[in-house]
């Protein structure tokens, strides 16, 4: 059985910093490529980053880029999101969502190509002005 586990989001003050893992179990984690994706209150859910399964294509919201970082550790089956210089606009649950990929360097943004993969629970984050 298949699951992503979502940890440490939080609360946090403006200008700090939190760093979410997603863990990944029941699947051959070298073939998967992630994304991460958030949803605040009475928004869709959006885009933030992505990571392609050889780790070595990455895409980013423009509202994101140089704050936030994608990586993989595949030794530890985790995926991580680093997030720096956080804002208020930040606050969301922040989903993983993992799917193979017969790409080794594409990266995937759009949520519906996540179909045929797997999402987390999601972990909720909030930034506080």
């Known amino acids: 059985q298949v699951q992503l586990a979502e940890s440490g989001g939080g609360l946090v003050q403006a200008g700090g910093s939190l760093r979410l893992s997603c863990a990944a179990s029941?699947?051959?984690?070298?073939?998967?490529?992630v994304g991460w994706f958030r949803q605040a209150p009475g928004k869709e859910r959006e885009f933030v980053a992505a990571?392609?399964?050889?780790?070595?294509?990455?895409h980013y919201a423009d509202s994101v880029k140089g704050r936030f970082t994608i990586s993989r550790d595949n030794s530890k089956n985790t995926w991580y999101l680093q997030m720096n210089s956080l804002e208020p606009e930040d606050t969301a649950v922040y989903y993983c969502?993992?799917?193979?990929?017969?790409?080794?360097?594409?990266?995937?943004?759009?949520?519906?190509?996540?179909?045929?993969?797997?999402w987390g629970q999601g972990t909720q984050v909030t930034v506080s002005s």
């Open positions: 969502a993992a799917r193979t990929s017969p790409i080794f360097s594409y990266a995937y943004t759009d949520p519906n190509d996540y179909g045929t993969g797997y």
């Open positions: 029941g699947l051959t984690f070298s073939r998967y490529a």
């Open positions: 990571l392609s399964k050889s780790g070595s294509g990455t």
